[in-house]
Nanobody, 114 residues
Framework: QVKLVESGGDLVQPGGSLRLSCVVSGFTLEYYAMSWHRQAPGKERELVAS????????AYADSVKGRFTVSRDNGRNTLYLQMNNLKYEDTAMYYC???????WGQGTQVTVSS
């Protein structure tokens, strides 16, 4: 059974940092491109970052470029999202998923507030 479990979300002040983790099971992470998405209240879910199976091909939404870094540890079946210089508009529920479709995790809440 495919399962994705996100963690690491928290309440943080503007300018702060967080690292999100996504532990996967039920499939072999190293064979799949992965992605992070987020959904703010009242908004559509949006793609934030993606990373190829080998980690060689990485892409970011313009709104997070230069602040967020996606990485993966296939040996630990874990996907990461390092988020620096957080802004109010980064407040959202964050989800990981296989880039080309599949199950969603339960998400982890990131709230940026002073």
């Amino acid at each position: 059974q495919v399962k994705l479990v996100e963690s690491g979300g928290d309440l943080v002040q503007p300018g702060g940092s967080l690292r999100l983790s996504c532990v996967v099971s039920g499939f072999t992470l190293e064979y799949y491109a992965m992605s992070w998405h987020r959904q703010a209240p009242g908004k559509e879910r949006e793609l934030v970052a993606s990373i190829s199976a080998t980690g060689d091909d990485i892409a970011y939404a313009d709104s997070v470029k230069g602040r967020f870094t996606v990485s993966r540890d296939n040996g630990r079946n874990t996907l990461y999202l390092q988020m620096n210089n957080l802004k109010y508009e980064d407040t959202a529920m964050y989800y990981c998923r296989r880039l080309h479709g599949g199950s969603w995790g339960q998400g982890t809440q990131v709230t940026v507030s002073s």
